[in-house]
């Protein structure tokens, strides 16, 4: 465009004039150059003016294709539009499974509240005072002597026997069956440093009778007599429910004496003591 310049050397002075640093002419621009700007300028308007329509219709139509029929302009969804979108309007969720939903959480948050409630009306413990407790060295060298009695308070697991007694009918009776009852009471006591014992007789829990009816003959525990070699099978029993606060190697010894027990069918034993932090458990700090 315009005169051509012969110079290797050009410049631009202040006022937007070409020099030629050789010749010292003057060179203005070309009037096509202006006119090509004023082009380009007009045509990036027409392409703002174009994407702004394009989005404004954008806006209009994306309403009536959304599942929960309103979109929020106004930058992230209410609580209460999330709600509306997942629950009433998914396409995985009947009307039924909604409302059953709804109730659940309705459920757990009064669940929630009651046992926050039951947690602040409960009883207070005390703080104990730890000068009067026995030393860590004490606690973890521990031993029982096997004498209740004499035994420090700390270390025993709460559990319960359900055993089931044959039903002799040559024996005594009800007076060898208590005798029996006596001898195992002394033995928790002053052989196993157990507390807290409480014997009850149970009934068939198959149809409530005082005599439990087997579902299958069964034989008792115990070594067989001298000369004897087969043991007899019983149909019948009496079953007694046993609870005691017991050390944990107790447990052990406990069931060696059960097994060599002539009387004793079957028994089995349920540990209830997962913590000692727990209210009502062996533990000095509720002394």
């Given at each position: 465009?315009?005169?051509?310049?012969?110079?290797?050397?050009?410049?631009?002075?202040?006022?937007?004039?070409?020099?030629?640093?050789?010749?010292?002419?003057?060179?203005?621009?070309?009037p096509?150059?202006?006119r090509?700007?004023?082009?380009?300028?007009?045509?990036?308007?027409?392409?703002?003016?174009?994407?702004?329509?394009?989005?404004?219709?954008?806006?209009?139509?994306?309403?009536?294709?959304?599942?929960?029929?309103?979109?929020?302009?106004?930058?992230?969804?209410?609580?209460?539009?999330?709600?509306?979108q997942?629950?009433?309007?998914?396409?995985?969720?009947?009307?039924?499974?909604?409302?059953?939903?709804?109730?659940?959480r309705?459920?757990?948050?009064?669940?929630?509240?009651?046992?926050?409630?039951?947690?602040?009306?409960?009883?207070?413990?005390?703080?104990?005072?730890?000068?009067?407790?026995?030393?860590?060295?004490?606690?973890?060298?521990?031993?029982?002597?096997?004498?209740?009695?004499?035994?420090?308070?700390?270390?025993?697991?709460?559990?319960?026997?359900?055993?089931?007694?044959?039903?002799?009918?040559?024996?005594?009776?009800?007076?060898?069956?208590?005798?029996?009852?006596?001898?195992?009471?002394?033995?928790?006591?002053?052989?196993?440093?157990?507390?807290?014992?409480?014997?009850?007789?149970?009934?068939?829990?198959?149809?409530?009778?005082?005599?439990?009816?087997?579902?299958?003959?069964?034989?008792?525990?115990?070594?067989?007599?001298?000369?004897?070699?087969?043991?007899?099978?019983?149909?019948?029993?009496?079953?007694?429910?046993?609870?005691?606060?017991?050390?944990?190697?107790?447990?052990?010894?406990?069931a060696?004496?059960?097994?060599?027990?002539?009387?004793?069918?079957?028994?089995?034993?349920?540990?209830?003591?997962?913590?000692?932090?727990?209210?009502?458990?062996?533990?000095?700090?509720?002394?």
């Amino acid at each position: 465009f315009g005169s051509s310049v012969r110079a290797s050397s050009v410049t631009r002075d202040p006022a937007g004039m070409t020099i030629n640093g050789m010749v010292g002419k003057q060179l203005f621009l070309s009037p096509c150059s202006s006119r090509a700007q004023r082009r380009h300028s007009a045509r990036a308007a027409a392409a703002v003016f174009f994407a702004i329509a394009a989005l404004v219709a954008l806006v209009a139509v994306l309403p009536s294709l959304h599942p929960s029929g309103f979109v929020s302009v106004q930058g992230t969804l209410s609580r209460g539009d999330v709600v509306a979108q997942h629950a009433s309007h998914s396409v995985y969720y009947s009307n039924a499974d909604v409302e059953r939903l709804k109730a659940r959480r309705k459920e757990s948050r009064q669940e929630l509240r009651d046992w926050e409630s039951r947690g602040l009306m409960g009883p207070k413990i005390v703080p104990a005072e730890y000068d009067k407790l026995p030393s860590i060295d004490d606690l973890y060298n521990r031993t029982f002597s096997g004498n209740a009695a004499k035994d420090p308070i700390g270390g025993r697991k709460r559990y319960t026997y359900l055993v089931l007694f044959k039903l002799d009918p040559t024996s005594k009776g009800p007076e060898k069956l208590k005798a029996l009852l006596v001898d195992y009471v002394r033995f928790f006591k002053t052989k196993m440093s157990c507390k807290d014992i409480k014997i009850k007789k149970k009934k068939s829990p198959i149809d409530g009778a005082n005599v439990v009816t087997l579902e299958y003959p069964m034989k008792e525990y115990g070594p067989m007599a001298r000369g004897q070699s087969v043991k007899q099978k019983q149909e019948k029993a009496i079953m007694f429910e046993i609870k005691i606060t017991a050390p944990v190697q107790a447990g052990e010894y406990i069931a060696k004496k059960f097994y060599n027990d002539h009387m004793m069918l079957r028994f089995m034993v349920l540990g209830h003591t997962r913590r000692f932090g727990h209210a009502n458990e062996d533990n000095e700090l509720f002394l």
